[in-house]
């Protein structure tokens, strides 16, 4: 049997899923854009929280320990499911949407002068 990972899976499979689940609990009345977004930022900083006061070496403990590393699969997963409910909802095509921010953000960080930078675009 297969195994369903990233390397054999499409965005347009995990919005079928995710629409699927929530069509079966009539979700659909609560998932407007305002509230998918708040739902972005609120797991974005759930998973910030667990980073929260944490030095480097701590980090790569915690990336190291089962149950720390489950939780943060945990918020990822569920940033990742706002995201695609998002984009669901609203007809948005996440890939194409990647595509044409990955060009625009070449043009604000050219690699002749951003490589190895950590600067925004208006000081490099």
Known sequence: MNEINDSNTN????KEKVKQFCKERDWDQFHNPKDLAIGI????AELLDIFRFKFPEEIEE??????KLLQIKDELA?????????AQMNNIDLTDAL??????????????KSKG???KYNEV
């Open 117 to 119: 930078s950590n600067k």
């Open 11 to 14: 965005i347009a499979y995990l």
């Open 41 to 44: 930022v609120t797991e974005g």
């Open 78 to 86: 569920d940033i990742l499911y706002f995201v695609i409910r998002f």
């Open 99 to 112: 595509l044409k921010k990955l060009e625009k953000n070449e043009l604000k960080y050219p690699v002749i």
């Open 62 to 67: 915690l990336l190291k320990n089962k149950d």
